[in-house]
């Protein structure tokens, strides 16, 4: 299993991105994929998910009517499409999926909100 990141950078507040995460070595249209998120010095926390038609997300409070979870089964990539960022969105971003009882994880990309 292989999950790569991408698409992190610096963004001024109430700017976008849009993160990608490319998934590799099992069958992506099966399961749900979430994203996570670690600020500095502070633990990892659950963003959101997307079950695996891509039909159902879910979002933490924190993110939740700025941020929009997608997936494209056909390139095996999820996304994260991030709007209105905020000084504490400023963190590394990962995505995750649990295969066969194991979690895996890429090896994030950083996102950086600042003026």
């Known amino acids: 299993v292989q999950l790569v990141e991408s698409g992190g950078g610096l963004v001024q507040p109430g700017g976008s991105l849009r993160l990608s995460c490319a998934a590799s070595g099992f069958t992506f249209s099966r399961y749900v994929m979430r994203w996570y998120r670690q600020a500095p010095e502070k633990e990892r926390e659950w963003v959101g998910d997307?079950?695996?038609?891509?039909?159902?997300?879910r979002y933490a409070d924190s993110v939740k009517g700025r941020f929009t979870i997608s997936r494209d089964n056909t390139k095996n990539t999820v996304y994260l499409q991030m709007d209105s960022l905020k000084f504490e969105d400023t963190a590394v971003y990962y995505c995750?999926?649990?295969?066969?009882?194991?979690?895996?994880w890429g090896k994030g990309t950083l996102v950086t909100v600042s003026a």
């Open positions: 997307i079950d695996s038609a891509g039909r159902t997300t």
């Open positions: 995750n999926v649990f295969f066969t009882g194991v979690a895996y």
